[in-house]
């Protein structure tokens, strides 16, 4: 965790800044005469996004997001194809229910990314918390998504920099 000093928000600038004008270049597919306007657009977003944000703020590792983007790019393609076939083939499994997981993250920017991939595990959808619970809507009953919720739990703690007790088994 960081607490916002001025020595820590201009390295917090720069690396939102430089992600939110990195997504903005390619929504405009590098077309140069959106860089001025994306660039503005980006500086403002980041000053108030941190201006409006908690005191304490969570230092994600660039790297560690980076190695984590194929995974969650595989992660929305299997959960999309997963949705679609239930949908359209009545022999797969479609027996629905609500799971309580116990998150080890703590509270902010971890949890929030938790909810985040958890909705892109194939047949699950985080759907709110109460507490340090976070419910999850799985499409099926007889699939066991708490190691794979574990595992995805222990990847976004790496990006933060975190450790996380092991009340999973």
């Known amino acids: 965790m960081v607490q916002s000093t001025p020595a820590t928000c201009l390295p917090l600038f720069a690396k939102r800044f430089v992600l939110l004008f990195a997504c903005w270049l390619a929504l405009a597919s590098g077309d140069p ?9 980006s500086a403002a977003a980041v000053a108030v996004g941190l201006r409006f944000s908690a005191q304490e703020r969570y230092d994600a590792r660039i790297a560690a997001m980076l190695r984590q983007w194929p995974r969650f ?7 999309g ?3 679609a076939s239930r949908a359209f083939d009545p022999r797969l499994p479609l027996d629905p229910r609500w799971l309580s997981y116990p998150v080890r993250l703590p509270p902010g920017a971890p949890r929030a990314w938790l909810g985040a991939i958890v909705s892109l595990v194939p047949g699950t959808l985080a759907a709110g ?3 340090d619970d976070l419910y999850v809507h799985c499409l099926d009953g ?9 595992s995805e739990e222990g990847q976004i703690a790496r990006v933060f920099g975190l450790t996380v007790d092991d009340r999973h088994g």
């Open 33 to 41: 005469s959106a860089w001025l306007s994306g660039g503005l657009a």
């Open 73 to 79: 790019v595989w992660r929305s393609l299997l959960g």
């Open 81 to 83: 194809l997963d949705v």
């Open 129 to 131: 918390t109460s507490g």
């Open 142 to 150: 007889e699939a066991q998504p708490e190691a794979q919720i574990a």
